[in-house]
């Protein structure tokens, strides 16, 4: 379980003697008798919240930072999702999806996450099942489908985008949904932190004209013909270079 740590200088999230993130205290030009911090509640969210604090207002001397490991070094094309700050008329936040060959964005298209009313940006042990909110911050795998009702295998990495239609690149059906909102694509996204929401996936936002945004997935922008859904699995075409893993980052500190 992780703790806290308050000294003169910060305030320290700690896991076992090393910090993983910290808050700055800031002297009031008003009173040099106190000072201020931002309190980050995403610390306190979920089943490894901090359940004590060591106060140490005399130490000068900063716990050193906890080294992750860092996200996995790109052999292939990459999808990053990160916010745009804009918000849509909607209500929903603007998500970019990036196709990235390290660090040189190739291409991009336009998503939404989430319900309109409930855009809050978690980490994955905040982030709970009937939620409606956007897919938690971390490092998403693709390319691994819940297995077929009938047969009970999965398709080959290869088969990246699932089409209701069955036929690659046919855009012609929807998949059966009672709100139809899931469009004629879907490409399933796995977590690689361990979270309790499970059916996160890509696909167009395919109601967005009665009913915009998602309870999860990624929609992708629902504009004339399909077109920003197109771009989006042309980037799947070829097996050899289609991305295998999505980045989502939020800004919270944990890609």
């Known amino acids: 379980m992780a703790w806290l740590k308050l000294t003169s200088k910060a305030l320290y999230l700690m896991d076992s003697g090393e910090y993983l993130q910290k808050s700055d205290l800031t002297l009031k030009q008003a009173n040099p008798e106190q000072y201020t911090m931002e309190l ?15 106060v140490s207002l005399k130490s000068l001397v900063e716990p050193s930072k906890k080294v992750l490991p860092p996200p996995p070094k790109p052999t292939r094309p990459q999808i990053r999702i990160t916010k745009t700050g804009m918000n849509q008329t909607n209500g929903l936040a603007d998500l970019e999806v990036a196709l990235m060959r390290g660090s040189t964005k190739v291409d991009f298209v336009s998503a939404v996450s989430g319900a309109s009313d409930r855009q809050a940006f978690r980490l994955p042990s905040a982030s709970k099942v009937g939620s409606k909110e956007p897919l938690p911050e971390g490092i998403w795998d693709l390319g691994m489908p819940e297995p077929d009702e009938m047969t009970k295998t999965r398709p080959s990495i290869s088969q990246l985008v699932e089409f209701a239609s069955g036929t690659p690149k046919d855009l012609s059906r929807d998949w059966p949904d009672d709100s139809d909102g899931l469009g004629p694509i879907w490409i399933q996204m796995t977590c690689r932190t361990s ?60 890609v």
Do not use: Q, Y
């Open 40 to 54: 980050p509640l995403e610390w306190f969210k979920g089943a490894s919240s901090p359940g004590k604090m060591i």
């Open 195 to 254: 979270i309790e929401r499970s059916a996160i996936g890509f696909h167009v936002d395919n109601n967005s004209s009665f009913a915009p945004g998602t309870v999860g997935c990624v929609g992708i922008k629902n504009d004339s013909n399909l077109t920003s859904l197109k771009k989006f699995i042309s980037w799947f075409a070829k097996p050899t270079e289609a991305p295998h893993v999505a980045i989502v980052d939020w800004g919270l500190g944990s």
